[in-house]
């Protein structure tokens, strides 16, 4: 795991050793380590890294790297799970290794398989391969876009990053906003991430899923991989399905525990992450398999005292049941302006709420000296856990009123809740009408996939979730923000074999008797505490926000509102903003739903103003 960057300038300019240097050193964050450089011959190409040793933590791992030939060149951000594997098909081949790293396998794949290599990996991964004879860069990125990959045409330059904000304060690129893109991130934060498009005009995305030459200044972009197409054919019988998806989940765990310094897990007391917890402790009892890191048992809980959000609790059962003393974080009032800017910078774009557990939470990993963490992320869209039911408090002393069941002293209290939940459940509608224009639809590749047709509505809306819309920005911010430490998270439901079987199952192996992830729930009996496999209880890993603006981020956002930011007036009628977030604020009011409509405007005034 670690951060990539890379010069080519096909105009002939050489590319000096202090231009690369600017830009690795804007990711030293994502590789403490150690860093490196190579430039071509004629110096027209830099492939730049920052090292985060975790497999082969000796200098045979360091990067870039080169083949035995001296014919390609790599800089890699990831881990091939299965190197072992291909390892040994390699050497039957006849391949000879000088290391024992992942990024070796890769550089032998390339030589043996070429393009093809990327459907025998499981893992995650953005790359970058340049070919010193044909002097032809290879990009590619993951499956499902796990790990990012940014790139830029500038002048006679192409330039790459693993952040945008690498390339954007590295100078090599244009600062100018993309007006269409802020507008969208304000009103949709989940309708970007996976097209090309960023909040820079010049800066663009590699999807998930594609890869990409660059041969003599032209760029050659094509998908290599949609997962509607690698569905795979499931047993008939609902107890066969369990078992297969036990089989791939309990495997899915023990390739990622494969690590050459110390792994653990950020546990929260939800089904995902317990699942994990008590699944790397299941493999451990089996037997450990090779390479597999024998120093695990490192579980970190995020706890809230006095919040709703705080599970506690569930979290010391399930961590008494993986027989682990988990380290617990408090994350109160205090936290809420502690570090504020940099989580803010860190998560590296525009989000619905503010990060702060999860930069807070990864932080203590690094100090405990824990630089990877198997975690849940990815159930939820991939089995529906959105789909729990309910209104909010604001709607219910609404309904109450309406029907005269309250007292007249909380009247004035229910009108206000009613006012807060118009801004929450309706107030992207409200905020909208503050745009000075309305984005355009974007280019999402997985949007024009042909779905089976004997697909139900469930899968079909998971399918967008996991590919176009709410996953792929989750996984930016987990990287974001777990690298903003050096700190690499990895995701066992996210196994390409674990996610093409659970879509090829029907609705009701995902939904069923009133439950969500119901073919995991099932392979997990026995494995876990029983009240946390068919706990009904969803509750995202998020800062307390409602109690935080509702308390002590008040006057943060009223001075933020106060800023004079002229491109940000450009975009949105402040008054209408001013008036809707006082209103919150003053007579403290918010609640989730305001801050998931609300703080994307704010999030971009800062963003906007950072960049003024």
Known sequence: MCGIAGIVDFGGKPVAADELGRLTDLLSH???????????????????????????????????????????????????????????????????????????????????????????????????????????????????????????????????????????????????????????????????????????????????????????????????WRTVDHLPEVPRTEPERVARFRELFMDSVALRMRSDVPIGTCLSGGFDSSAVACAMAAHEKSGLGPRDNVSWRHAFVAIFPGSSNDERPMAEEAARWAGISPTMLPIGDKDALNEIDRIIDDNDDVYISLPSAVWLIYRELRQHSVTVSLDGHGADELMGAYLQQGQSAAFKLRNALAAGMLHSQLARRAADLSRAAILGQRGRYFLRGGLRALPKPFDLAAEGDRLPSSWGPLNRRLYRMFHSTVLPTILRNFDRLSMAHGVEVRMPFMDWRLVTYTMALPDESKWSEGYTKMVARQAMAGAMPEAIRMGRRKVGFNSPMPEWLNGPLAPWIMDLLEKKVPLFAELVDERRLHSAVELLTKRKLWSWESVGHVWPYLNMKWALARAS
């Open 30 to 224: 994502r590789g403490p380590d150690g860093a490196g450089a190579w430039f071509s011959a004629d110096r027209t190409v830099g492939l730049g890294h920052r090292r985060l040793a975790i497999i082969d933590v000796s200098d045979r791992g360091s990067q870039p790297m080169m083949s035995s030939d001296g014919r390609y060149t790599i800089v890699f951000n990831g881990e091939i799970y299965n190197f072992l594997e291909l390892r040994r098909e390699l050497e039957s081949a006849g391949a000879i290794f000088c290391s024992d790293s992942d990024t070796e396998v890769i550089l032998a794949g390339w030589n043996t398989w070429g393009e093809a290599m990327l459907q025998k990996f499981n893992g995650m991964w953005a790359l970058a391969i340049y070919d010193t004879i044909t002097r032809e860069l290879f990009l590619a990125r993951d499956r499902f876009g796990v790990k990012p990959l940014l790139y830029a045409r500038s002048g006679t330059r192409f330039v790459f990053s693993s952040e945008q904000r690498a390339l954007v304060r590295s100078r090599f690129v244009d600062s100018a906003v993309d007006a269409d893109v802020a507008r969208r991130l304000m009103v949709d934060p989940f309708g970007v991430e996976a097209s090309t498009r960023t909040l820079w005009r010049e800066v663009s995305r590699l999807q998930a899923g594609h890869c990409m030459w660059l041969r003599e200044g032209c760029l050659e972009i094509k998908r290599w």
